[in-house]
């Protein structure tokens, strides 16, 4: 088994379409810093940690390397909810379930989408791992199902 220090994370930020997640500059929204924050209290090296948007996968292809070349790849998102947005675009399902594919070590998706994902004006539907592909889907809070991943395995 890989030692937590050697472990290399990506974290895919798809978004979370909360008021009180927009965080502070650079707006990187509480779940995926929390989970950062675990993981390196997990034993994982700061240096090793990813951080990627949705929309910078979508810019740069070359950036899904690092989705599929992480030992833990983590999905971080919302549920999708109809309307513009000004900064960017959250995770479309087939782009979530995309990551979980690409992914060749351990995948964990985790934040608000785990309560259900939808079409616009077509409501959410229960999100289900055999649904997503995901390895390991968080039903409580993303940053404890990670280090719990990283500390025990």
Known sequence: MTRPSELAVTIVDGYVDEPAHFGVPPYI???PRFTAGALVDAGVSKSNITYHTIDE?????????????????IYVGGMTVPGS??????AEP?????LAWVAEGTSLMGGPVRFGVG?????ATETERKDLDFDFVAKGDV???????VDTG
């Open 29 to 31: 929204s509480t779940y």
């Open 85 to 90: 947005y000004v900064g960017g675009t959250p």
């Open 94 to 98: 087939e782009e979530v379930k995309e």
């Open 57 to 73: 996968l979508r810019d740069d292809k070359q950036k899904w390397n690092a989705v599929a070349d992480a030992d833990l790849m």
């Open 143 to 149: 940053e404890a199902a990670a280090y719990d991943l």
């Open 119 to 123: 079409d616009e004006n077509a409501g």
